[in-house]
Nanobody, 120 residues
Framework: QVQLVESGGGLVQAGGSLRLSCAAS????????MGWYRQAPGKQRELVAA???????KYEDSLAGRFTISRDNAKNTVYLQMNSLKPEDTAVYYC??????????????WGQGIQVTVSS
């Protein structure tokens, strides 16, 4: 089994910053892509950012440089630096990781979600 534990969320004022962390533990051979998704009230879950094992990144277009994803492969941890936060960034943020439990088997795992609330 694999667990993804998120931390770093909370309540901030508009214009502030937060850094989310997600640490994977358990039966891990390796981790391929890791990412952050979010789900705001009344909206579908959407990809915020993703990063491959080699460091290639993808961002939701509207974030336009405010968010930065990174990872530490040695720690099985992915980070999301969120700057210039806006009220519309308010959502539950979910960590995702495609975890290989062996060289031939892998599947997606999800964190429990962490609340980010940006006040105006």
């Amino acid at each position: 089994q694999v667990q993804l534990v998120e931390s770093g969320g909370g309540l901030v004022q508009a214009g502030g910053s937060l850094r989310l962390s997600c640490a994977a533990s358990g039966s891990i051979f390796s981790i391929n892509t890791m990412g952050w998704y979010r789900q705001a009230p009344g909206k579908q879950r959407e990809l915020v950012a993703a990063i491959t094992r080699g460091g290639s990144t993808k961002y939701e277009d509207s974030l336009a440089g405010r968010f930065t994803i990174s990872r530490d492969n040695a720690k099985n941890t992915v980070y999301l630096q969120m700057n210039s936060l806006k009220p519309e960034d308010t959502a539950v943020y979910y960590c995702n990781a495609h975890v290989m439990s062996s060289s031939w088997y892998g599947r997606d795992y999800w964190g429990q979600g962490i609340q980010v609330t940006v006040s105006s």
